[in-house]
């Protein structure tokens, strides 16, 4: 059994890190603990050997801990604690070079599901290789589960084949259902999807499948308990893999196919921050300048989730999350910090060519559920942005009945709106798949895209009335 410990300079990030990790667990086959913070109410960011020490302790009861770390003094902190840990628990103990979110999430599924600490570490250490691939980016150098074939000769192999109606498909947590529920029989396991095969012990495996919605799922098994293997595979997939899937609502006209505007135009344009490509400050000046920047809108993050839970649901406020998920990416901030080493460039330059390199790889993506992410980092983008300039964006100022027009629209701005003064969002650009698409429907707002130059030529304070105007790009 494998126990985890996650090591953050911030106790929000621990703690945010820790929930993700939570419900990826069905029961106590992983148990956590966090280190994460320092007792400096004016200094709160660091970490702290005694907290790291006494976490390892506090899980020590098992064959192996396995300890979490952000970066830098993370690892130092970690290292110390082995050095004053009882050799017995030291023994236990192993580091891990996994990105924080991402490698303990897929530690935790791992371990949950009975694996060894070298299995576990491999999990932890692929995490990242899904969103690779699903970025159009090369794949790191690191030990990848080889593929397997079946022996689709053998007398004694079954099968069930099932077609998955979760929405956003088998992401992270029905994936970690899948795992879980097929961890403890005495069979040997095959998923297959298109051709490609994978163990379902894995849930980067099971990510770089890229299972979408009615996308067709087939396990393969033999062995002792083969039967009540596919069996459990049928139950789970009944139940959507532990996701509840609401039935379609009933189709209203005017949301759904059609929609009416009738309000005033206000021309919406976010502030266009003014970026030095070179400053005469050292790199570390600049690295310090990020981190900080990125920090403030992790916390920014954090309040955004809390407002949407407040004003709309747990759903809306998981954008927020998830937003928090990727911008708490090393390999972003470190993808920076090369550039600004390597080029001198400023804080601001390097994140700018980072972040809409992400944006444009999103972009290039097949799948459209995928590709609308792409706001959701040029959010991120901005808002980190004017953290570093120092600079308050410029938020739309609804006194009445509005018709937003802009180019695009992030998804922070939607959730911020008055909903009761905003007849409708009309966008040049964006898509209806995007969270500022779904957030608008959330809070009943009308909201067209791709409308290109259509609405071009529109003044602020010009009254617009639109009837039966198509709710789908043309």
Known sequence: ???????????????????????????????????????????????????????????????????????????????????????????????????????????????????????????????????????????????????????????????????????????????????????????????????????????????????????????????????EALAAFRALAEENFGEHIAPPAPQNPLVAGKVSMHGWVLQYTPVDFALAKSVSSQPDDEVKRLQKAINQTLDDLNHLAQLAAEKYSADIAAIFSGHHTLLDDAELFDSACSLLRSHQYSAEWAWYQVMTDLSNAYQNLDDAYLQARYIDTEDILHRTLSHLKQTADVFPVLQHQTILVADDIYPSVVLQLDASKVAGIILKKGSPESHSAIIAREAGIPYLCLQGDAYHGLHNGELLTLDNVPTRPR
């Open 1 to 227: 059994m494998v126990n985890l410990v996650i090591v953050s300079h911030s106790a929000l990030l621990g703690q945010g890190v820790g929930e993700l990790a939570r419900q990826m667990l069905r029961e106590d086959g992983c148990r956590l603990a966090i280190a994460a913070g320092i007792d400096d109410p004016e200094n709160p960011i660091g970490t702290d050997p005694i907290k790291v020490m006494e976490a390892i302790e506090s899980v020590s009861d098992t064959d192996h801990v396995l300890v979490m770390m952000d970066m830098g003094s993370a690892l130092l902190s970690a290292e110390t604690a082995l050095e004053l840990l009882d050799p017995d628990i030291a023994q236990k103990v192993r580091l891990c070079a996994a990105p924080l979110v991402e490698g303990t999430l897929a530690a935790t599924v791992s371990a949950a599901a009975g694996a060894s600490i070298e299995k576990v570490m491999l999990d932890a250490q692929n995490a990242l290789q899904a969103k690779r691939v699903q970025l159009g980016l090369p794949a790191q150098e690191v030990a990848i589960q080889a593929p397997e074939q079946p022996d689709l000769k053998d007398p004694d192999a079954q099968s069930a084949t099932v077609v998955i109606y979760n929405p956003n498909g088998l992401h992270v947590r029905p994936a970690a259902r899948l795992i879980d529920a097929l961890s403890g029989f005495d069979a040997h396991l095959l998923l297959e999807k298109g051709g490609k095969y994978i163990k379902p012990d894995s849930i980067n495996q099971i990510a770089l499948l890229q299972v979408r919605c009615h996308d067709k799922l087939q396990l393969i098994a033999t062995g002792t308990e083969a039967t």
